[in-house]
């Protein structure tokens, strides 16, 4: 990226977003009758000339500059004028860190590199070659006085003044880190460490930790204790908790522990291919989880 992301947003300000070209086509229509006009008070001398010439002839110049400008933008960036505006929304919504945010998850899980993007571009509303170019292969813009580096770690993060909208922006990145083959240490470890920078209270971090301690590779059987709920499915015998981790009664811990992050993987209800499946995946889950306590126990 050629600026940071408040450069970004203070170029898109300097320009005007919403201009179309049928706006550019009035506007030049107006400037060619305003000549026309201009020419015929010329040549009758007449005393409006002045009047025309200090209201109107001052704009000519804003115009040509700001279409300058505008075309200089778009030829930094390499970006049409919808991807400006769609990525400029993205970053009021979420804030200038939001890219540097998703690319640190992404890049901890590179062979999910396609359906990274396919999954970015989905709850982002992004087009493909700004994920790419300036989310997934992001590159750092030069330090220097006037464009201090982004790092999130030293920063005073947030996303957003409204809770609800940095949980959803993190709810998108627990749902980038589980792509293939679920959550690893290092992608686990920097998700609890954003979550600490944005001054997440216990409850949430004790809501992140149970909905997605399943979907871990590796974790710590002490820092978990299973997810609460008020439903149950209380089974009559111990074997039929088994059973619905579709394992033997002689199984081992390391067979009971994949056993049941593969179940998980099946059906955890924030996996994007079951989408169309959410309640029955829920419902789903309290009972593979209570089948999990039950056999650990």
Known sequence: MKFTEKEFVKKCKKINLNSTDDEDLKIISFLF???IVLILFILSKNVV???LDILILPFIPKYIDEKLEKEHFLSETEMSLNEITHFYNFIQEFGVYATTLLHDVCKLNLEARERQIEVIKELFNLNESVIVNYIIDKKECEENEDNP????????????SDISVTKRFVDRLFKL????????NDEWKLLMEIMGKLKFNNRYFSYYKERYTPLRTEFDENEWKGKSSTITYTLNNPKEYYDVL????????????RAYHELALQHHPDLPKNAGRIEECEKMMIKINEAYEKVRG
């Open 246 to 257: 579709g394992l033997k009664e002689n199984a081992t811990d390391e067979e009971i522990r």
């Open 149 to 160: 580096a982004q790092d999130w770690r030293s920063a005073d993060l947030t996303i957003s």
């Open 33 to 35: 009758i305003f000549l």
């Open 177 to 184: 880190a589980i792509l293939e083959d679920g959550i690893h």
């Open 49 to 51: 000339l002045m009047f």
